[in-house]
Antibody, heavy 116, light 112 residues
Framework: EVQLVESGGGLVQPGRSLKLSCAASGFTFSNYYMAWVRQAPTKGLEWVASITNSGGSTYYRDSVKGRFTISRDNAKSTLYLQMDSLRSEDTATYYC?????????WGQGVMVTVSS | DVVMTQTPVSLPVSLGGQASISCRSSQSLVHSNGNTYLHWYLQKPGQSPQLLIYRVSNRFSGVPDRFSGSGSGTDFTLKISRVEPEDLGDYYCLQSTHFPRTFGGGTKLELK
């Protein structure tokens, strides 16, 4: 059974950093692209970033480019999202997803609140 | 960026009835490899989104055949027949032909 479990969320002040993790199990992690998707409170879904299976290529939405870094450790079957220079508009639930073009499996999500 | 326009925003339905949701893209979703990467999701209240349909018309594992997807190019439709209580929630389309991947704004399926 595919499982994706996010951690690392919380309350953080504007301008500070936070690192999210996503532990994957139930599939061969190193064979798949992975992605982060977020959802601001009461809003729709927004793709944030994707990474190839080797980690050699990454893709970001414009609003997080230069501030967020997606990475992975295939030996640990873990996906990361390093979020720097956080802004109030980054407040959202962040979902880890397996990216096969379709985002076929999703974690339960982790809440990030950016506020002073 | 590819803009995904989803209609309607709200869709009241009766149990046992039929629902239809439209998703239109601002440019063609046909990839250079010939595939069309348009997918549909359901997010039930308080839950993570779940994949229903991938690449226009393919039902994901465990998805009942009451759900069907169709369309091509820039115009796509999700149909739900014989609506059941567990079908209620927010529906989203997603295009992954182009980066950045973009979602439609969502359609809330609710009881009439």
């Amino acid at each position: 059974e595919v499982q994706l479990v996010e951690s690392g969320g919380g309350l953080v002040q504007p301008g500070r950093s936070l690192k999210l993790s996503c532990a994957a199990s139930g599939f061969t992690f190193s064979n798949y692209y992975m992605a982060w998707v977020r959802q601001a409170p009461t809003k729709g879904l927004e793709w944030v970033a994707s990474i190839t299976n080797s980690g050699g290529s990454t893709y970001y939405r414009d609003s997080v480019k230069g501030r967020f870094t997606i990475s992975r450790d295939n030996a640990k079957s873990t996906l990361y999202l390093q979020m720097d220079s956080l802004r109030s508009e980054d407040t959202a639930t962040y979902y880890c997803t397996r990216d096969r073009g379709s985002l076929d499996y999703w974690g339960q999500g982790v809440m990030v609140t950016v506020s002073s | 960026d590819v803009v995904m326009t989803q209609t309607p925003v709200s869709l009241p339905v009766s149990l046992g009835g039929q629902a239809s949701i439209s998703c239109r893209s601002s440019q063609s979703l046909v990839h250079s490899n010939g595939n069309t990467y348009l997918h549909w999701y359901l997010q039930k209240p308080g839950q993570s989104p779940q994949l229903l349909i991938y690449r226009v018309s393919n039902r994901f594992s465990g998805v009942p055949d009451r759900f069907s997807g169709s369309g091509s190019g820039t115009d796509f439709t999700l149909k739900i027949s014989r609506v059941e209580p567990e079908d209620l929630g927010d529906y989203y389309c997603l295009q992954s032909t182009h980066f950045p991947r973009t979602f439609g704004g969502g359609t809330k399926l609710e009881l009439k």
